[in-house]
């Protein structure tokens, strides 16, 4: 059974100021860290592109990817072009966030396991707090492909049987949005 990672990198970084995915973090960028995560989880990756395509193609490389043209409309909009170019072989997809380099290989291999053993949706609990990435069972595309506005597929998954996977990785409640937001920066901390 083969998942997925749908990786969303099309946002604008407005209140970064800057194409945030590009920006140094260690010795990577933002998004190159997320992606090396990702294949250290064992995921094939699909990069959604968008706001700062131009500057995100150098850190994507020879990676598959997709532009979402209505981008600007909204996550869902991301979301959606990530579906609906997702390759047939893929069972279902974790919808990874590329501004959250702190998400863990492991964590990735977690919520893998448990599409595999039959979850239609699953997130990661860290601290009885759910997070992110979520993933879904192919079974769920269309209603993902549905989505409108700048929610993505948490306006779904209050109507959805969620499996809840407990993971040791307080990385899948933190994001960037700010340059206090990067390693190093006064201020550093968990992010929204």
């Known amino acids: 059974m083969t998942i997925g990672a749908i990786v969303l990198a099309a946002g604008q970084a407005r209140r970064m100021g800057a194409a945030k995915?590009?920006?140094p973090f260690g010795?990577?960028?933002?998004?190159?860290?997320?992606?090396?995560?990702?294949?250290?989880?064992g995921l094939p990756a699909l990069v959604v592109l968008g706001g700062h395509a131009d500057v995100l193609?150098?850190?994507?490389?020879a990676l598959p990817s997709v532009e979402a043209p209505d981008h600007a409309l909204g996550l869902a909009h991301s979301l959606r072009a990530g579906v609906?170019?997702?390759?047939r072989a893929w069972d279902g997809a974790l919808v990874v966030l590329g501004d959250m380099p702190w998400v863990r290989p492991a964590t990735y291999r977690t919520l893998t396991e448990a599409l595999r053993s039959g979850a239609v949706a699953v997130r990661p609990v860290h601290?009885?707090?759910?997070?992110?990435?979520v993933g879904f069972a192919r079974a769920l595309f269309p209603a993902l492909l549905a989505l409108e506005g700048?929610?993505?597929?948490?306006?779904?998954?209050?109507?959805l049987p969620?499996?809840?996977v407990p993971v040791?990785?307080?990385?899948?409640?933190?994001?960037?949005?700010?340059?206090?937001?990067?390693p190093g920066a006064a201020g550093t901390g968990a992010a929204g």
């Not at 601290?127 to 990435?133: I, K, L």
């Not at 040791?168 to 990067?182: C, E, S, V, W, Y």
């Open 150 to 159: 700048d929610r993505g597929a948490g306006a779904i998954l209050g109507r």
């Open 168 to 182: 040791d990785d307080p990385g899948i409640h933190r994001d960037i949005d700010t340059p206090a937001d990067l």
């Open 27 to 41: 010795s990577e960028t933002v998004l190159g860290a997320t992606l090396a995560a990702v294949a250290s989880g």
């Open 84 to 87: 609906a170019a997702a390759p």
């Open 162 to 164: 969620v499996s809840d």
């Open 127 to 133: 601290g009885r707090t759910p997070g992110n990435p």
């Open 57 to 61: 193609r150098a850190v994507v490389g």
């Open 21 to 23: 995915l590009a920006l």
